[in-house]
């Protein structure tokens, strides 16, 4: 069984993925060794998608159906970070790159635009799921996303209150996250899903007036939050009555 009997979007998603893989090391190449945070971003996520890239063909040729969805969500939650991070560090950094950092960062951001609902769609495919549950997958989507966002705020930026205070959002967004999936039928865990993010997204605007040095990722979160959170009350509102 060779790669002619892949699906045509895991053969599209795995070779973006690939390619997001080369260009991210790429760009860790070209960066200089007093750009600590460009050595992270290009180094982490080029690792990532190139093993990731690599395992998920092995994984689509040799049919195995739970590590391939396990590779499928995990790519859809890289796919999202990847372009935001990318976005925030040509933001932040764009008076000191080379022009060609900042083509290749463009080209990242493309790249991962396409892939993304690529990855996505073949995932909610092969989980033959409906439209709710698909649009509860897309909120779980942000919500790890954020999640490991928010854990990264103290390694990005300078320990403070604000930072340490997204560390422990992360770990609830992140514990939750998994709850919603395992614990789908207990209200409480539902609940939690629609509530915190909507305290994150108060929590933020507050943090806002303050001019946080991270201040591109708060207005990430908040964005983050005002889409979950509306989408977790409307899988709420229209739980199947037993």
Known sequence: MG????????????????????????????????????????????????????AFFVVCIKEMTRPKLLLSATSNILLLMCPISNSIYLITEIGLLDPILVTLSVINIILCIIALPVSFIRYVDIENINTREKISHASLVLLRGSGIFHLLQPILYPVSLETLGMLVFGTIYLLISILLIRKKDVHLIQLSGFILPL????????????APVNIHYVIVFIIFDLIISPIRFYYIKTQPSD
Do not use: R
Not at 34 to 40: E, F, L, R, V, Y
Not at 42 to 50: D, K, N, Q, T
């Open 3 to 54: 790669i002619e009997k892949l699906h045509k979007f895991e053969l599209i998603g795995g070779l973006l993925v690939l390619i997001l893989g080369f260009t991210n090391i790429i760009q860790l190449l070209l960066v200089g060794a007093s750009d600590p945070k460009g050595i992270a971003l290009f180094g982490i996520y080029g690792l990532l998608f190139l093993i990731g890239g690599a």
């Open 199 to 210: 305290i994150g997204a108060v929590l933020g605007i507050g943090l806002l007036f303050m």
